[in-house]
């Protein structure tokens, strides 16, 4: 019943591989959101998505991708990974239309790349 | 772009003191403001938010105050408790488009000593 889940938790991998990671919301909303937190706990947006427009942060390489199928997922996939991409990726979601707009967080991946 | 700056880094309290946290925010544009508490491997977790509209909103021990004026606003935590220990974030962001990604700063560490 978690509202919004991704896979995997842990994400070990070496430098160069490509790896996806999974968002999926169960809320009905349609916004979703990647937040990378960096090793001294700073939370910053990569992307936000709904079905009208995508919004980059223009710091974000463009070896990150978001990908989302449908409303209730948003994927994020990285080429060529290297060291300083090891952090943890939250995901997130909102309902657009609502008053308060709460963003509601994944549980978060921790990428380590070696 | 938002800039959103948090006080102080670190916050160490008796139990049963409170514990204030400050922010500072650029946009005036901005008109919502979450908090977020994050413990120790988990995901952040909204506690409170206000709007602009409001100078202040209270939720038991919890209550956030805003100065729109001088574009800041404040948390304040009486009679804190152990598990209050987490660190906090502070968010701003605009909630009149619907894609509006929210803008951290950098955390509070807030220690609760028993």
């Known amino acids: 019943d978690t509202a919004v889940s991704q896979t995997p938790k842990y994400l070990v991998t070496q430098m160069g591989n490509d790896k996806s990671i999974k968002c999926e919301q169960n809320l009905g909303h349609d916004t979703m959101y990647w937040y990378k937190q960096d090793s001294k706990k700073f939370l910053k947006i990569m992307f936000s998505?709904?079905?009208?427009?995508?919004?980059i942060n223009e710091t974000v390489p463009n070896r990150f991708s978001p990908k989302s199928p449908d409303k209730a997922h948003l994927n994020l996939h990285i080429n060529s990974l290297e060291l300083g991409d090891s952090a943890v990726y939250f995901c997130a979601s909102s309902l657009a239309d609502s008053p308060q707009r709460v963003q509601y967080f994944g549980p978060g991946t921790r990428l380590l790349v070696l | 772009g938002e800039n959103v700056e948090q006080h102080p880094s670190t916050l160490s309290v008796q139990e049963g003191d409170s514990a204030v946290i400050k922010c500072t925010y650029s946009?005036?544009?901005?008109?919502?403001f979450p908090w977020y508490k994050q413990e120790l491997g988990k995901r952040p977790q909204l506690i409170i938010d206000i709007r602009s509209n409001v100078g202040e909103k209270k939720d038991q021990r919890i209550a956030v105050t805003l100065n729109k004026t001088a574009k800041h606003f404040s948390l304040h935590i009486t009679e804190t408790q152990p598990e209050d220990s987490a660190v906090y974030f502070c968010?701003?962001?605009?909630?009149?488009?619907?894609?509006?990604?929210?803008?951290f700063g950098k955390g509070t560490r807030l220690s609760v000593i028993a």
């Open positions: 998505y709904n079905n009208k427009e995508l919004i």
């Open positions: 968010a701003a962001s605009t909630l009149n488009s619907g894609n509006t990604p929210l803008v």
């Open positions: 946009d005036s544009a901005s008109n919502y």
